[in-house]
């Protein structure tokens, strides 16, 4: 069953780091783009960036670049979302997703990570 | 950037037909992807490239695009088809992904 496994709930406090997961099975790691994409409490879904695996080619939308790190170690097929310094506004559900081959839908999510920052 | 526009609410009764519209700028020179989203729950792909349908979901959803709008059909609606629906392109221009704003069915 081809899959994307997220790490568990965080709660953080303001000024804190933070790095979770998503680890691939079931097919190809590194031939298929991961994304990631936000969710705040009530709101609608938020493109924050994508990394090939294979050679970690990664962009990043203008909304997250310099907010966060988007990395992945192929040799155990996992993608990582980090942050250096945590903000209250980055409560959020955070998803990862594998790009579909052959064109640029999402087809594959994560069930998620709930990543809440309070002081 | 580009900006996809849906409204916010689409309430439609059991067995009629529900149509949710995600609007954009020529949006029928792109692929257009749609997401089904059930409170608690991760989004599911439901059409993609305007009116592909993945395997496991069922005939009664069905996708159009064309000028400045694309049109996600739901068809003798459910209940369980109750849920915010997204629309999502990639913009060339950019490099960038794209959501709409979302919609929730309301089922009466």
């Known amino acids: 069953e081809v899959q994307l496994v997220q790490s568990g709930a965080e709660v953080k406090k303001p000024g804190e780091s933070l790095k979770i997961s998503c680890k691939g099975s079931g097919y190809s790691f590194t031939s298929y783009w991961i994304g990631w994409v936000r969710q705040m409490p009530g709101k609608g879904l938020e493109w924050m960036g994508i990394i090939y695996p294979g050679d970690s080619d990664t962009r990043y939308s203008p909304s997250f670049q310099g907010q966060v790190t988007i990395s992945a170690d192929k040799s155990i097929s996992t993608a990582y979302l980090q942050w250096s310094s945590l903000k209250a506004s980055d409560t959020a559900m955070y998803y990862c997703v594998r790009r579909h081959s052959g064109d640029d839908a999402f087809d594959i999510w994560g069930q998620g990570t709930m990543v809440t920052v309070s002081s | ?108």
């Open chain 2, 1 to 108: 950037s580009y900006v996809l526009t849906q409204p916010p609410s689409v309430s439609v009764a059991p067995g009629q037909t529900a149509r949710i519209t995600c609007g954009g700028n020529n949006i029928g020179s792109k692929s257009v992807h749609w997401y089904q989203q059930k409170p608690g729950q991760a989004p599911v792909l439901v059409v993609y490239d305007d009116s592909d349908r993945p395997s496991g979901i069922p005939e009664r959803f069905s996708g159009s695009n064309s000028g400045n709008t694309a049109t996600l059909t739901i068809s003798r609606v459910e209940a369980g088809d109750e849920a915010d629906y997204y629309c999502q392109v990639w913009d060339s221009s950019s490099d960038h992904y794209v959501f709409g704003t979302g919609t929730k069915v309301t089922v009466l």
